[in-house]
C-alpha cells in the first residue's frame, strides 16, 4: 500500500505518527490489500491467511448495484431476493406473477434467463497511482477531467483484452489518495434457480425495513453459464453444518456501495443542506405518485411493486442518513477532527505548503455546486427520465462518443464499457405503458416546475405541449421498447440517429448539447477541484496518520468483519437471533405481516427453534446486500440481506454500540429450502 507514497510523504508520516486515528475494533470496509490481520489476530486469535484472503476474494462476486457468492462448484450463486428483482420481475406477466407466487427450478433445463444481467469476479488488484498522478500533475479545471479521462481509459482497455469475458475498472481510494486498478472475469448468462414468494423475503415490509428483530427470507439464488453450460466455479463458499453461534468471529465479504467517512465538513453540509433535501422532496413525491398508482387496477399494482419497493427503501435510508446529519454531536466531532488536522498542517511549513489550500478549495467547489445544482440536475442527471429518454439519450450518446478517441469519451462509453452496454440495449425487458406515462409525465412537470417554462432545455422537451401530451406522444410513438429497434439504432450509428423520426430519439437529439454542457461545467467548476483537492486532503491525512484506515465505499470487494451479537435498546437487549416461531408469531395475517401459505403449510412440520435471522457488528452499507457471512473456516453461516436503524448513519461512521448487519441464518435458510419449499435439488447442492 506504501509503494505509492512519495519521500515526502513518507518523511511526514513518521514525523506525525503519534497523532494516528486507527479505525476501532469492527470497523472498517477494508480492501483485500490492506486488511488488518494483526488487528484481527490479536483482537480474536484468528489470523486471516493469504490463502483465506484469497478465497474471499475467488468466491465473491458482484451483481447490479449487490453482492453475491459462489456456493456450489457448478457456478451456483446466493444473493438476496430484492438483488435478483430485476430478474424475477422480467420473467414474470399477468399469468405467473413470481415476485408474488416464488420460483423454483425443478431441473437444471427449467432455469429461467436473466437477459441483461452479468455478474463479475475480482482477479487482481494493481496500484496505479504514480501513472495516475503523473497523467494529471499540473492541471486543474477541464484539462484535470480530460488527463484523469484519458489515463483511465488507456489502463482500462489495455487490462481487458477480451472484453467479452473481462472487464476492467480503474478505483479512486482514499477520495484520490490512491488508484487501483481491478480487474474482473466477466460472467454474461446467469439464470435464475429459485426465489421465495416476496411475502417471505419482505416479511413486514417497509414497517420492519431497517429494524430488528427480523424474520425475512430474503434470498435467491442464480448461476452462471458459459456456453450454454454451468460455468465451473473459480472458488465457492462451503455450507456450514453447525451455523452461527452468538459471539462467534464472521467475515462479511462484499461490495459496500458509497460512504462519506472520509469526506470534509463542508461536503457533509452540502450533503445535509441540499443533496439529501432534494432526495427526499423527491422520494417522498413518487411514493405518492406510485402508490396512487397502484391503486388503480391489480395490473397497475404489480407493475408498480418493484418501483414502490426501491422508493420505500431508499426513502428509510435517506431520512436515516440526514438524521445523523443533523445530529449536533456527531457534527461537531466532525468538526474537531477537522479543525486538529487543519491545525496540524498548519504548523508545517511543508504540510502547509503542500495541502494548505485544500480545504477551501473544497469548500469554495462545494458552494459552486448550489448554484449549479438544479441545472446539473434537471438537465443532465434526471434530464432523461423513464425507460423511452433514457434510452434514446445513450443511442444518441453511444453514436457521437463512438466516433471519438477512446480516451475522449464519457466515461460510460469506452471501448472497456461497450459490451455491457450493448448487451443492456438488446436484452429484452416488460414495458409497462400506463407505468412509463405517469414516470415520464411527472418528471417532466418536475423538470418545468424547477427550470421554469421560458428555459431553453425545457422548450427543447416540451414546446407548446403539456407534459402529459409530449410522455403520451413519446411512449405511443416509440419503437424503442423493441430490442430489435435498439439494436439496428445503435448499429446504424450517427447515421441512424440522424435519420431516425422516433419520438424519444428527436427529444434526446434535441436536448442533448444542452445536457452535455451542464455536465461539463458541473465537472470542471466542481468535480475538478473537488477531485483534485480531496485527493490533497487524503495524502494529508497520510502524512498526519498513517495507513491507519480504510478507504470509503466505492462498490468494489471489501471484507469486514465483527461477531454475532445483540445490543441495547432504550435499556433493554435485543438478542441476536431470531427463529422460525417468532416468524409465526410475529405473522398477523394482514399485508405486510401475512407469511404466504407455503409456510402455513409447512408449519405444523418446522421446528419452530430452528434460528432465521441474526445481527451481527460487521460493518456494512448498501451495495452489501446478498453479501455471504462466513466463518474463520470460510464456510457460510449467513447471508447480509440489511442493516438496523442505527446502522443507517454508517454512511458517514461507525459506532460498534448499536450499528448492526441483518442477515439471513444458514440453518435457517436450508431448513426452508427442504421443509417448506421441498427444493431438495438446490438443497443438495449447497450442502450434500
Given at each position: 500500500?506504501?509503494?505509492?507514497?512519495?519521500?515526502?510523504?513518507?518523511?511526514?508520516?513518521?514525523?506525525?505518527?503519534?497523532?494516528?486515528?486507527?479505525?476501532?475494533?469492527?470497523?472498517?470496509?477494508?480492501?483485500?490489500?490492506?486488511?488488518?490481520?494483526?488487528?484481527?489476530?490479536?483482537?480474536?486469535?484468528?489470523?486471516?491467511?493469504?490463502?483465506?484472503?484469497?478465497?474471499?476474494?475467488?468466491?465473491?462476486?458482484?451483481?447490479?448495484?449487490?453482492?453475491?457468492?459462489?456456493?456450489?462448484?457448478?457456478?451456483?450463486?446466493?444473493?438476496?431476493?430484492?438483488?435478483?428483482?430485476?430478474?424475477?420481475?422480467?420473467?414474470?406477466?399477468?399469468?405467473?406473477?413470481?415476485?408474488?407466487?416464488?420460483?423454483?427450478?425443478?431441473?437444471?433445463?427449467?432455469?429461467?434467463?436473466?437477459?441483461?444481467?452479468?455478474?463479475?469476479?475480482?482477479?487482481?488488484?494493481?496500484?496505479?497511482?504514480?501513472?495516475?498522478?503523473?497523467?494529471?500533475?499540473?492541471?486543474?479545471?477541464?484539462?484535470?477531467?480530460?488527463?484523469?479521462?484519458a489515463i483511465f481509459s488507456k489502463l482500462e482497455s489495455a487490462c481487458a483484452p477480451d472484453k467479452g469475458t473481462q472487464q476492467c475498472q480503474v478505483v479512486t481510494l482514499y477520495n484520490g489518495g490512491r488508484y487501483a486498478l481491478y480487474a474482473y472475469r466477466k460472467y454474461s448468462d446467469v439464470r435464475l434457480v429459485f426465489a421465495p414468494e416476496e411475502a417471505a423475503a419482505f416479511f413486514g415490509g417497509d414497517p420492519d425495513n431497517f429494524n430488528f428483530p427480523r424474520f425475512d427470507l430474503d434470498?435467491?439464488?442464480?448461476?452462471?453459464?458459459?456456453?450454454?453450460?454451468?460455468?465451473?466455479?473459480?472458488?465457492?463458499?462451503?455450507?456450514?453444518?453447525?451455523?452461527?453461534?452468538?459471539?462467534?468471529?464472521?467475515?462479511?465479504?462484499?461490495?459496500?456501495?458509497?460512504?462519506?467517512?472520509?469526506?470534509?465538513?463542508?461536503?457533509?453540509?452540502?450533503?445535509?443542506?441540499?443533496?439529501?433535501?432534494?432526495?427526499?422532496?423527491?422520494?417522498?413525491?413518487?411514493?405518492?405518485?406510485?402508490?396512487?398508482?397502484?391503486?388503480?387496477?391489480?395490473?397497475?399494482?404489480?407493475?408498480?411493486?418493484?418501483?414502490?419497493?426501491?422508493?420505500?427503501?431508499?426513502?428509510?435510508?435517506?431520512?436515516?442518513?440526514?438524521?445523523?446529519?443533523?445530529?449536533?454531536?456527531?457534527?461537531?466531532?466532525?468538526?474537531?477532527?477537522?479543525?486538529?488536522?487543519?491545525?496540524?498542517?498548519?504548523?508545517?511549513?511543508?504540510?502547509?505548503?503542500?495541502?494548505?489550500?485544500?480545504?477551501?478549495?473544497?469548500?469554495?467547489?462545494?458552494?459552486?455546486?448550489?448554484?449549479?445544482?438544479?441545472?446539473?440536475?434537471?438537465?443532465?442527471?434526471?434530464?432523461?427520465?423513464?425507460?423511452?429518454?433514457?434510452?434514446?439519450?445513450?443511442?444518441?450518446?453511444?453514436?457521437?462518443?463512438?466516433?471519438?478517441?477512446?480516451?475522449?469519451?464519457?466515461?460510460?462509453?469506452?471501448?472497456?464499457?461497450?459490451?455491457?452496454?450493448?448487451?443492456?440495449?438488446?436484452?429484452?425487458?416488460?414495458?409497462?405503458?400506463?407505468?412509463?406515462?405517469?414516470?415520464?409525465?411527472?418528471?417532466?412537470?418536475?423538470?418545468?416546475?424547477?427550470?421554469?417554462?421560458?428555459?431553453?432545455?425545457?422548450?427543447?422537451?416540451?414546446?407548446?405541449?403539456?407534459?402529459?401530451?409530449?410522455?403520451?406522444?413519446?411512449?405511443?410513438?416509440?419503437?424503442?421498447?423493441?430490442?430489435?429497434?435498439?439494436?439496428?439504432?445503435?448499429?446504424?450509428?450517427?447515421?441512424?440517429?440522424?435519420?431516425?423520426?422516433?419520438?424519444?430519439?428527436?427529444?434526446?437529439?434535441?436536448?442533448?448539447?444542452?445536457?452535455?454542457?451542464?455536465?461539463?461545467?458541473?465537472?470542471?467548476?466542481?468535480?475538478?477541484?473537488?477531485?483534485?483537492?480531496?485527493?490533497?486532503?487524503?495524502?494529508?491525512?497520510?502524512?498526519?496518520?498513517?495507513?491507519?484506515?480504510?478507504?470509503?465505499?466505492?462498490?468494489?470487494?471489501?471484507?469486514?468483519?465483527?461477531?454475532?451479537?445483540?445490543?441495547?435498546?432504550?435499556?433493554?437487549?435485543?438478542?441476536?437471533?431470531?427463529?422460525?416461531?417468532?416468524?409465526?408469531?410475529?405473522?398477523?395475517?394482514?399485508?405486510?405481516?401475512?407469511?404466504?401459505?407455503?409456510?402455513?403449510?409447512?408449519?405444523?412440520?418446522?421446528?419452530?427453534?430452528?434460528?432465521?435471522?441474526?445481527?451481527?457488528?460487521?460493518?456494512?452499507?448498501?451495495?452489501?446486500?446478498?453479501?455471504?457471512?462466513?466463518?474463520?473456516?470460510?464456510?457460510?453461516?449467513?447471508?447480509?440481506?440489511?442493516?438496523?436503524?442505527?446502522?443507517?448513519?454508517?454512511?458517514?461512521?461507525?459506532?460498534?454500540?448499536?450499528?448492526?448487519?441483518?442477515?439471513?441464518?444458514?440453518?435457517?435458510?436450508?431448513?426452508?429450502?427442504?421443509?417448506?419449499?421441498?427444493?431438495?435439488?438446490?438443497?443438495?447442492?449447497?450442502?450434500?
Amino acid at each position: 500500500m506504501r509503494r505509492f507514497l512519495t519521500l515526502v510523504t513518507l518523511v511526514l508520516i513518521a514525523a506525525f505518527a503519534t497523532i494516528a486515528r486507527p479505525a476501532v475494533a469492527d470497523e472498517g470496509m477494508w480492501t483485500l490489500d490492506n486488511f488488518p490481520t494483526t488487528a484481527v489476530a490479536k483482537q480474536y486469535g484468528f489470523k486471516a491467511t493469504p490463502a483465506f484472503l484469497d478465497t474471499l476474494r475467488t468466491a465473491s462476486v458482484r451483481l447490479p448495484g449487490c453482492s453475491g457468492s459462489f456456493v456450489s462448484a457448478s457456478g451456483l450463486i446466493m444473493t438476496n431476493h430484492h438483488c435478483a428483482r430485476g430478474c424475477i420481475t422480467n420473467n414474470s406477466n399477468e399469468k405467473n406473477d413470481y415476485i408474488k407466487t416464488g420460483f423454483f427450478a425443478a431441473k437444471q433445463q427449467d432455469e429461467l434467463a436473466c437477459p441483461g444481467f452479468s455478474i463479475v469476479s475480482l482477479l487482481t488488484i494493481t496500484d496505479v497511482t504514480t501513472g495516475v498522478n503523473a497523467a494529471t500533475a499540473g492541471t486543474t479545471g477541464a484539462a484535470f477531467n480530460a488527463a484523469q479521462r484519458a489515463i483511465f481509459s488507456k489502463l482500462e482497455s489495455a487490462c481487458a483484452p477480451d472484453k467479452g469475458t473481462q472487464q476492467c475498472q480503474v478505483v479512486t481510494l482514499y477520495n484520490g489518495g490512491r488508484y487501483a486498478l481491478y480487474a474482473y472475469r466477466k460472467y454474461s448468462d446467469v439464470r435464475l434457480v429459485f426465489a421465495p414468494e416476496e411475502a417471505a423475503a419482505f416479511f413486514g415490509g417497509d414497517p420492519d425495513n431497517f429494524n430488528f428483530p427480523r424474520f425475512d427470507l430474503d434470498c435467491a439464488f442464480m448461476r452462471a453459464y458459459q456456453d450454454g453450460k454451468p460455468v465451473t466455479s473459480p472458488n465457492f463458499f462451503r455450507w456450514s453444518k453447525a451455523g452461527p453461534s452468538a459471539n462467534e468471529l464472521i467475515f462479511v465479504p462484499g461490495n459496500p456501495g458509497s460512504t462519506s467517512r472520509l469526506e470534509t465538513v463542508a461536503e457533509l453540509e452540502s450533503l445535509r443542506d441540499v443533496q439529501n433535501i432534494a432526495a427526499l422532496r423527491s422520494l417522498s413525491e413518487r411514493r405518492g405518485l406510485y402508490s396512487q398508482f397502484a391503486t388503480e387496477s391489480p395490473e397497475h399494482a404489480r407493475q408498480a411493486t418493484s418501483v414502490l419497493f426501491g422508493i420505500e427503501n431508499s426513502l428509510k435510508a435517506t431520512i436515516g442518513h440526514e438524521t445523523t446529519l443533523l445530529d449536533p454531536t456527531f457534527m461537531a466531532k466532525k468538526r474537531a477532527q477537522e479543525a486538529a488536522d487543519r491545525a496540524a498542517i498548519a504548523k508545517s511549513p511543508v504540510l502547509a505548503k503542500k495541502f494548505g489550500g485544500a480545504y477551501d478549495a473544497i469548500a469554495a467547489a462545494e458552494l459552486r455546486a448550489r448554484d449549479l445544482q438544479i441545472t446539473y440536475t434537471y438537465r443532465e442527471t434526471q434530464g432523461a427520465p423513464g425507460f423511452y429518454l433514457a434510452t434514446a439519450r445513450t443511442l444518441v450518446r453511444a453514436a457521437a462518443e463512438r466516433t471519438k478517441p477512446d480516451a475522449q469519451r464519457l466515461r460510460g462509453f469506452n471501448d472497456a464499457a461497450l459490451p455491457q452496454l450493448v448487451a443492456v440495449l438488446g436484452a429484452p425487458r416488460p414495458i409497462f405503458a400506463d407505468l412509463e406515462k405517469t414516470t415520464l409525465a411527472y418528471s417532466l412537470t418536475k423538470t418545468r416546475e424547477f427550470l421554469g417554462p421560458d428555459d431553453a432545455y425545457v422548450k427543447a422537451l416540451l414546446g407548446n405541449d403539456s407534459p402529459e401530451t409530449v410522455a403520451a406522444r413519446i411512449i405511443e410513438g416509440s419503437k424503442l421498447a423493441d430490442p430489435a429497434a435498439r439494436k439496428a439504432l445503435y448499429d446504424g450509428g450517427a447515421a441512424a440517429i440522424a435519420a431516425s423520426t422516433d419520438p424519444a430519439i428527436v427529444v434526446a437529439r434535441a436536448t442533448d448539447a444542452m445536457s452535455r454542457a451542464a455536465r461539463q461545467t458541473f465537472e470542471d467548476q466542481v468535480g475538478a477541484p473537488i477531485a483534485k483537492n480531496d485527493a490533497l486532503v487524503a495524502q494529508a491525512q497520510f502524512a498526519l496518520h498513517g495507513l491507519t484506515t480504510y478507504p470509503d465505499a466505492t462498490f468494489t470487494l471489501r471484507v469486514t468483519y465483527g461477531t454475532v451479537k445483540g445490543w441495547m435498546e432504550r435499556g433493554a437487549p435485543v438478542a441476536p437471533f431470531t427463529t422460525f416461531g417468532g416468524a409465526f408469531a410475529h405473522a398477523t395475517g394482514s399485508d405486510p405481516f401475512a407469511l404466504p401459505a407455503s409456510w402455513t403449510a409447512a408449519r405444523s412440520t418446522l421446528d419452530p427453534a430452528t434460528p432465521l435471522d441474526f445481527a451481527s457488528t460487521a460493518d456494512i452499507i448498501g451495495g452489501n446486500s446478498g453479501s455471504p457471512v462466513v466463518n474463520a473456516k470460510a464456510e457460510i453461516v449467513g447471508l447480509i440481506f440489511d442493516g438496523n436503524i442505527h446502522s443507517l448513519g454508517g454512511d458517514y461512521g461507525y459506532d460498534m454500540r448499536d450499528n448492526r448487519a441483518v442477515a439471513v441464518d444458514s440453518l435457517g435458510l436450508l431448513a426452508a429450502l427442504r421443509t417448506i419449499y421441498h427444493a431438495d435439488r438446490l438443497a443438495s447442492e449447497l450442502a450434500p
